[in-house]
C-alpha cells in the first residue's frame, strides 16, 4: 500500500535530519554527546539551518520541475535545467555551508554553457554529495524504471562521475521509491541488493552518454558498472550483518561506515532509519550522533523515514521552524498530488 503522503514526508524528513546532524559533522561521538546530552534527546537546533544537502535537494527538485514542464522526462531535458539549478547554486550567497570541494569544482566547471557536462564530471569522486540530494528522484510519480535510474545517475554524473557514485544514487532513489510504494522493511535491504545484481553491468548510455571513457582504468561501460555496483553490494552485505544483531547504542558508522563516500552514506543512513523503522525521530538522533558526515547520514535516515511513514510523523513544531519549509512543503505536495 503506498505511503500517504509520502513524498512531503521525505522532504521534511531530509531537512529535518540535515538541520539536526548539521551542529555535529565533524565531531566524534563524545564530543557530540558532552555538546548535546544523551543522543536520544537531542532537539532540533533554534534556528533549524539545513547545509548544502538540503540546499542540493532543492536545486534538484527545481530542475526536475522545470524538466516535466518541458514535456516527458528524457537526458537532454533534464540536464540543462538541473545544470542551471547547480550552477546557480554555486554562486548563491546562502551558499556558506561548507560545501563539498567536488561539488564547488564540478559546478565551476559547469558554468561555462559551451562546456559539455561530461567534461565537468569529477570522474574520480564517488562522494556522498552524489546521492545526499538525489531524494526527488525517488518521489516523483509517473517515471519508468529506466527514467528513475537514468534520471539518478544523470544527476550524480554531473558532479560525480565514478561509478560507486552513479551506482549509489540509483539505489538511494530506488530506496527512497519502494518505500514511498509501501514496500515492507524487513524485506528493503534484500530488494535492493536484487536491483544491484540485476544492473550490474548495465550502463545507460542514453542518460549518460560516453562517460565511462574518461577513466583509463576500465575497458568497458560494463566493467566501468560493475565496479561501483560491487562496491555497493559489498556495503549491503556489511548492513546486512550489522542488522542481525542490531546494537541501537553502538555508533552506526563502526559498522557501515562514516558516510563521506556515496555507499556508505547510503548505508548508514539505511541502518540507521532500519534500527528504528517506527520511531522516526529516534532514527533522526541516532543518525546524527555518529562520528561520521552526520547530517548527510541524517538527511537520507530523514527521507527513508519519511517515505515510510508519510509527512504526519513529524512533531508541527520542528516542520514549522525548519528552514526553506514552503518549497519543501511545495514538492511534497505536487509530486504527492
Not at 531530509?14 to 551542529?23: E, I, Q, R, Y
Not at 528493503?188 to 562517460?211: C, F, P
Not at 533522526?284 to 504526519?312: E, K, N, Q, V
Request: net charge negative.
Amino acid at each position: 500500500m503506498t505511503t500517504e503522503r509520502a513524498a512531503t514526508g521525505a522532504m521534511i524528513g531530509l531537512a529535518l535530519g540535515d538541520a539536526l546532524g548539521f551542529p555535529t559533522e565533524f565531531n566524534d561521538v563524545p564530543s557530540i554527546l558532552a555538546k548535546t546530552g544523551p543522543w536520544r534527546e537531542m532537539s532540533l537546533p533554534r534556528p533549524a539551518i539545513v547545509t548544502d544537502d538540503t540546499q542540493m535537494t532543492l536545486a534538484l527538485a527545481r530542475g526536475i520541475r522545470t524538466a516535466a514542464e518541458r514535456g516527458p522526462v528524457d537526458p537532454l531535458r533534464m540536464a540543462r535545467p538541473v545544470r542551471e539549478e547547480f550552477v546557480d547554486w554555486y554562486h548563491s550567497p546562502e551558499n556558506n555551508r561548507a560545501p563539498g570541494r567536488t561539488c564547488l569544482t564540478a559546478c565551476g566547471l559547469l558554468d561555462s554553457p559551451d562546456r559539455d557536462w561530461r567534461d565537468a564530471s569529477q570522474i574520480g569522486s564517488k562522494g556522498c554529495g552524489a546521492n545526499m540530494r538525489v531524494v526527488p528522484v525517488g518521489l516523483v510519480p509517473g517515471w519508468t524504471e529506466e527514467e528513475r535510474a537514468g534520471a539518478a545517475q544523470l544527476q550524480s554524473a554531473l558532479t560525480h562521475g565514478h561509478p560507486t557514485a552513479l551506482a549509489a544514487s540509483d539505489l538511494t532513489a530506488r530506496a527512497v521509491h519502494l518505500l514511498a510504494e509501501g514496500t515492507e522493511v524487513t524485506g528493503l535491504v534484500g530488494r535492493l541488493r536484487s536491483y544491484a545484481l540485476e544492473n550490474r553491468t548495465r550502463y545507460h548510455e542514453r542518460w549518460l552518454g560516453d562517460l565511462w571513457m574518461r577513466t583509463a582504468s576500465d575497458a568497458s561501460p560494463e566493467s566501468f558498472m560493475a565496479r561501483g555496483w560491487d562496491d555497493c553490494l559489498g556495503v549491503l552485505d556489511r548492513l546486512t550483518a550489522a542488522l542481525r544483531s542490531p546494537s541501537p547504542e553502538t555508533d552506526p558508522c563502526l559498522a557501515t561506515g562514516d558516510g563521506w563516500i556515496a555507499e556508505e552514506a547510503l548505508a548508514t543512513a539505511l541502518h540507521c532509519f532500519l534500527l528504528f523503522p517506527d520511531e522516526p525521530l529516534t532514527a533522526l538522533r541516532r543518525a546524527a550522533c555518529t562520528r561520521g558526515d552526520s547530517d548527510s547520514i541524517a538527511c537520507l535516515a530523514g527521507a527513508f523515514a519519511g517515505a515510510h511513514l508519510g509527512a504526519d510523523v513529524w512533531p508541527r513544531e520542528w516542520e514549522g521552524r525548519i528552514e526553506y519549509r514552503d518549497e519543501l512543503l511545495a514538492f511534497g505536495a505536487l509530486w504527492d498530488a
